[in-house]
């Protein structure tokens, strides 16, 4: 997961961790998190909500947020 989210941010994977703050850290606007999303969507083979995405404040939600979706919506 952190690899996708380094990909779109263009940093390292080592300078994100679960309590990087997504927007305040790295000023990650609506379109980044849509990116974000698509491309954990793609890795993970699992839908994410736009609400969702849209809300995701530090890695730490994010994978708490799949996980959820996950969960509810087992292969």
Do not use: C, F, W
Not at 3 to 10: A, C, D, M, N, P
């Amino acid at each position: 997961m952190i690899e996708k989210v380094s990909e779109v941010l263009g940093v390292d994977q080592a300078e994100i961790g679960e309590q990087t703050d997504l927007g305040a850290e790295y000023s990650v606007d609506s379109l980044e998190l849509m990116e974000i999303g698509a491309r954990l969507e793609r890795a993970l083979g699992v839908r994410m909500q736009i609400e969702d995405l849209l809300d995701m404040r530090n890695i730490g939600h994010a994978v708490d947020l799949v996980a959820a979706r996950i969960s509810a919506h087992p292969a």
